[in-house]
Nanobody, 120 residues
Framework: QVQLQESGPGLVKPSQMLSLTCTVSGGSITTSRYRWSWIRQPPGKGLEWMGSIGADGSTYYSPSLKSRTSISRDTSKKEFSLQLSSVTPEDTAVYYC????????????WGQGTQVTVSS
């Protein structure tokens, strides 16, 4: 079972870019078993899948966020990253990284989550 840990700033100003990194341990980031994913949960709302990156570097994005979202990876550091541009207070949420497991069609491992607040 892989372990995931999110990192990044907890406060971002409106109109700026939100950048988070997820560090992977206990497994290979190039395995084809998983898609490395970002999910968020705004206060009082449900979980929202934002996007994923696969073993070959292919990316998949939520249609509602696609124009503002970029997911990338650094295999040498065993990290994958999220960038969300032009943030507004509506982007305030707990952000999670997780593994999407194709064989079960479900999320497997989760990071602990990191609170990001968008405020001036």
């Amino acid at each position: 079972q892989v372990q995931l840990q999110e990192s990044g700033p907890g406060l971002v100003k409106p109109s700026q870019m939100l950048s988070l990194t997820c560090t992977v341990s206990g497994g290979s980031i190039t395995t084809s078993r998983y898609r490395w994913s970002w999910i968020r949960q705004p206060p009082g709302k449900g979980l929202e899948w934002m996007g994923s990156i696969g073993a070959d570097g292919s990316t998949y994005y939520s249609p509602s966020l696609k124009s503002r979202t970029s997911i990338s990876r650094d295999t040498s550091k065993k990290e994958f990253s999220l960038q969300l541009s032009s943030v507004t207070p509506e982007d305030t949420a707990v952000y999670y990284c997780a593994t999407w497991v194709g064989t079960t069609s479900d999320f497997g491992s989760w990071g602990q989550g990191t609170q990001v607040t968008v405020s001036s």
